[in-house]
Nanobody, 117 residues
Framework: QVQLVESGGGLVQPGGSLRLSCVAS????????MGWYRQAPGKERELVAT???????NTADSAKGRFTISRDNAKNTVYLQMNSLKPEDTAVYYC???????????WGQGTQVTVSS
């Protein structure tokens, strides 16, 4: 019922920046949380940052001070501004939406972020 499409990934050098975007469409309930997760090869998927429909944010320690999550409710779009990128940030980044009322979750297909010289 909900579709998520990520964009903005790519190859950057250490210290560089990228901005990821995720557009949600379909039957989106008013009360929901959107966020970014990432998964590197051979590792478990981990939370990067989340933002509620009311604007409250939660950011992983590894991303604090470097990454900023934001959203445009009118467009059902969430962004992740990534600065001071490190090689350990290399992963597939997935967009997530969770409805508060029924706890249903939806995932995008992911976008690759590679940080390398």
């Amino acid at each position: 019922q909900v579709q998520l499409v990520e964009s903005g990934g790519g190859l950057v050098q250490p210290g560089g920046s990228l901005r990821l975007s995720c557009v949600a469409s379909g039957s989106i309930f008013r009360l929901h949380v959107m966020g970014w997760y990432r998964q590197a090869p051979g590792k478990e998927r981990e939370l990067v940052a989340t933002i509620s429909s009311g604007g409250s944010t939660n950011t992983a320690d590894s991303a604090k001070g470097r990454f900023t999550i934001s959203r445009d409710n009118a467009k059902n779009t969430v962004y992740l501004q990534m600065n001071s990128l490190k090689p350990e940030d290399t992963a597939v980044y997935y967009c997530n939406l969770r409805h508060i009322t029924n706890r249903a979750e939806y995932w995008g297909q992911g976008t690759q972020v590679t940080v390398s010289s």
